[in-house]
């Protein structure tokens, strides 16, 4: 099997960019054939030239339905995936997949086929303004990107994909990366039938080091929307409890606010960050927003460590509750809940290695290569099957 990766990178290397490297990966392990059709934003927002192009290809980018027309002639893929196509491949493109009677299936990474942000999020809150409304026009009118440049156009790419059916006419299936996001989808009056789960994944262990235990970590971005002035607020409430927090810092007024029991560790990567993981007692993520997958909670459950999360999204399904839960829940941004599970919490050592164990068990379970892969290969060969059919019947 054959299939076209494609992707418009981001302006810096995101989780969405790991995503698709590790599906390259996954597939090719398995004996397939994967071929990639990727642009780039990256460095191109910075002059005045590259915004305006970047206004405009998201609209309709006329390099990218023709690029991803030579690329389906070129390369003949049995199935395309897609995942990001803003800016300069643009929705018009999938048009193309249509005509070449390839079918196509899209990963879901985050709200933005019903959110011109991507995000569902509003002044640091949850927002779901634009699908209660069923139009995009909200984001002009409170200029959720904080640029009206940005608005106007984020908003007149989605106008485009809802009025031309760019998306509900060419995508032959979804993979959603969380029941929450299916169920929203289908709120937005997408086909039901045409949604699937399948989660992210890691590469797994066979085991973990139990042990560590020396601060409390977060992973992630340094910026509020991950809520991470809650958990330094947490941090200063409690100055007998370290606290870790490794990322790249987004938002330099928070730097400020750090209390002294409390280091910001800066990005970290390979043995550097699998020592942070080790060190931890566990993890907090304290997010305003619904999130797509928070990988962070996958990731730190390698080390056998558990997640406190926001009730809300994908937290709730990831984490989940009661007996079987890998870790702790609280009431979104609220600070009060948050500091008393993670008082508890880092009290309870036999409780943070009960729920260690239950998060590397789930890991294993529902989350690795192994497990995600065969829902993917099922999903692409229904996907084929489907259209060779068709096609007999013509």
Request: aromatic residues 10%.
């Amino acid at each position: 099997m054959k299939i076209l990766l494609v992707h418009n990178n981001y302006g810096k290397y995101s989780g969405e960019e790991t995503v698709v490297d590790k599906m390259a990966t996954m597939l090719t392990a398995h004996g397939h054939e994967v071929a990639f059709y990727r642009r780039t934003t990256e460095g191109v927002r910075e002059s005045t030239v590259g915004k305006v192009e970047g206004f405009l290809s998201g609209i309709y980018s006329l390099s990218g339905v023709r690029g991803m027309r030579e690329i389906l002639h070129r390369e003949r893929p049995d199935v395309v995936n897609v995942h990001n196509l803003y800016p300069f491949i643009s929705p018009a493109a999938l048009f193309e997949c249509k005509k070449a009677g390839v079918p196509v299936v899209m990963t879901v990474h985050n709200f933005r086929l019903i959110c011109p942000t991507g995000l569902f999020m509003r002044d640091g809150m949850p927002c779901e303004t634009c699908l209660e409304r069923g139009n995009e026009w909200s984001c002009i009118r409170y200029n959720c990107e904080h640029s009206r440049l940005k608005s106007l156009g984020y908003t007149l790419r989605n106008v485009y994909a809802r009025w031309t059916g760019a998306y509900r006419k060419n995508v032959d299936a979804y993979a959603c990366i969380t029941d929450f996001q299916r169920q929203k989808l289908i709120a937005a009056g997408y086909d039901a039938q045409k949604m699937q789960v399948i989660p992210n994944f890691l590469t797994i262990p066979q085991s973990y080091q139990s042990g560590g235990g020396k601060y409390v970590a977060f992973c992630g971005r340094i910026s509020r929307e991950k809520g991470v002035d809650l958990i330094l607020e947490v941090a200063r409430r409690n100055p007998h409890i370290p606290f870790k927090l490794a990322g790249e810092i987004r938002d330099k007024e928070l730097v400020k606010q750090t209390p002294d029991n409390c280091e910001l560790v800066g990005y970290l990567s390979g043995d550097t960050l699998s020592q942070f993981y080790q060190e931890a007692a566990f993890f907090v993520m304290a997010s305003r927003w619904y999130e797509g997958f928070p990988m962070a909670i996958l990731e730190a459950a390698c080390y056998g460590k558990p997640t406190i999360g926001s009730a809300h999204g994908g937290f709730t399904e990831i984490i989940g509750a009661g007996e079987s839960a890998i870790g702790r829940l609280f009431i979104p941004n609220n600070i009060d809940d948050l500091e008393q599970q993670v008082v508890s919490l880092w009290h309870a050592p036999d409780e943070i290695a009960r729920l260690g164990h239950m998060a590397f068990d789930k890991l294993q379970r529902e989350y690795s290569s192994e497990v995600i892969y065969k829902k993917w290969n099922n999903l692409f060969q229904n996907l084929i099957y489907g259209r060779n059919k068709s096609k007999t019947k013509r």
